[in-house]
C-alpha cells in the first residue's frame, strides 16, 4: 500500500509468536476422534435439553420468575373467575321460597295501596274496560 | 491411511493464521487453543463445510472470530466481573533478543489488548494477514467503509499509545 507510513511498515514486520509445535497431533487427534464418536442422530431428549439450555441459557433466573409471574396471574385468574352455571342454578332458592316471597311482596303492596288483602284470598276480576258512548248510555238507561 | 488428510493440509496451511488472529483476539493462549480445536473440529464432523468456500483463509478466520466472538459473550454474560481478556494477557510476538525491540513488542501487545475486540480484529488482518478492506469486510461480514473506519481508529490508538516509545526508538 502506497500510502503506508513508516509506523505501519514497523507493525507489519513484527514477527508473531509461532503456533506450539505439539498443538498439531493434539488438535487434529481430537478433530478425529470426535467425527468418529459423533452420533447419527442427537437423541430426542438431548435435543429438548439443548434447545431449553440455549433458550434459557442467558438469564435462567429471568425465566424463572417470568415462570412465577405466570402461575401468580393464572392463580389469581382462576380464584377470581365467575361461578359456573350450575353453580349459580345451585345458589339459586328453590320455587316454594319464590312464592312465599313473591305472596309477601303481594301483600305488601296491597297494604301501601289500602286495600286488605288475605292470603289466598282470589283475585276480583274486573270487567274489561269499555268505551266512554257506552259508559253514558248504560248511565241513561239505568 | 489417516481418515482426513484435507484436514492436516488445512492445518499446516492455515493454523498458524488462525493461532495468530485468535491469539490477538482473545489474549488468552488456553483460549487460543480451545477455539483452534473447536474449528478443527467442526472441519472434520462436517467434511464440505469448505466446500462453498472460495478463499479457505477467509473462510476459516471467520469461522474463528464467530468462535472468538461466541466465547467472549458467553464469558461476559455468565460472569460479569471477569476481567481476565484485559488483565492477564499473552504476548503476540515473538520476543527479541534486542532489548529495544522486546520493549516496543511488549508495548504493542498490551496496545492492542486495549483496542476493542472489533477495532483488534481488523488491524490484525489488515497488518498481519495483509487482507484488504474488502476481504476484511467479506470475512467479518461488515460493510467496507466499517472495516476502514475500525482500522483508522485502531491505528490511531496504537499511534497514540506507542509514541512514545516509537519517537525514542527511532
Known amino acids: ?142 | 491411511m489417516p481418515a482426513h488428510p484435507d484436514l492436516e493440509r488445512l492445518y499446516d496451511d492455515h493454523a498458524q493464521a488462525l493461532f495468530a488472529f485468535l491469539l490477538n483476539f482473545t489474549r488468552d493462549e488456553n483460549d487460543t487453543r480451545d477455539l483452534l480445536q473447536e474449528i478443527f473440529i467442526k472441519l472434520a464432523r462436517q467434511s464440505g463445510l469448505l466446500e462453498a468456500a472460495r478463499d479457505h483463509r477467509a473462510f476459516l478466520i471467520r469461522l474463528a472470530h464467530n468462535a472468538a466472538v461466541d466465547l467472549i459473550r458467553r464469558r461476559r454474560s455468565r460472569d460479569r466481573h471477569h476481567e481476565r481478556f484485559s488483565a492477564e494477557q499473552d504476548c503476540m510476538f515473538v520476543s527479541s533478543a534486542d532489548p529495544d525491540e522486546a520493549a516496543f513488542r511488549t508495548e504493542l501487545s498490551v496496545a492492542l489488548g486495549q483496542l476493542p475486540p472489533d477495532q483488534r480484529a481488523v488491524v490484525h488482518l489488515k497488518l498481519w494477514e495483509g487482507f484488504t478492506f474488502a476481504e476484511i469486510a467479506a470475512t467479518l461480514d461488515i460493510p467496507q467503509n466499517t472495516a476502514a473506519s475500525r482500522y483508522r481508529y485502531g491505528l490511531d490508538k496504537l499511534r497514540e499509545l506507542l509514541r512514545p516509545l516509537h519517537e525514542a526508538l527511532k
Not at chain 1, 500500500?1 to 493434539?26: C, G, S, T
Not at chain 1, 441459557?57 to 365467575?82: C, K, Q, S, T
Not at chain 1, 332458592?93 to 309477601?104: F, G, I, N, T
Not at chain 1, 297494604?111 to 248510555?137: I, W, Y
Open chain 1, 1 to 142: 500500500m502506497n500510502n503506508q507510513d513508516e509506523f505501519e511498515r514497523k507493525l507489519e514486520r513484527q514477527p508473531q509468536r509461532q503456533i506450539p509445535p505439539a498443538w498439531r497431533a493434539a488438535i487434529l487427534s481430537a478433530a478425529r476422534e470426535a467425527s468418529a464418536s459423533r452420533p447419527g442422530r442427537r437423541p430426542v431428549w438431548s435435543a429438548i435439553n439443548h434447545l431449553f439450555s440455549t433458550l434459557l441459557w442467558p438469564r435462567p433466573e429471568a425465566w424463572a420468575g417470568l415462570a412465577a409471574v405466570w402461575l401468580l396471574v393464572f392463580g389469581l385468574n382462576f380464584a377470581a373467575r365467575e361461578p359456573s352455571r350450575e353453580a349459580a342454578l345451585r345458589e339459586t332458592p328453590p320455587a316454594a321460597q319464590m312464592r312465599d316471597l313473591w305472596r309477601q311482596h303481594e301483600q305488601t303492596l296491597a297494604e301501601l295501596v289500602g286495600l286488605p288483602e288475605r292470603p289466598g284470598m282470589p283475585h276480583r276480576k274486573m270487567p274489561p274496560p269499555t268505551p266512554r258512548s257506552q259508559r253514558r248510555e248504560d248511565f241513561l238507561h239505568a
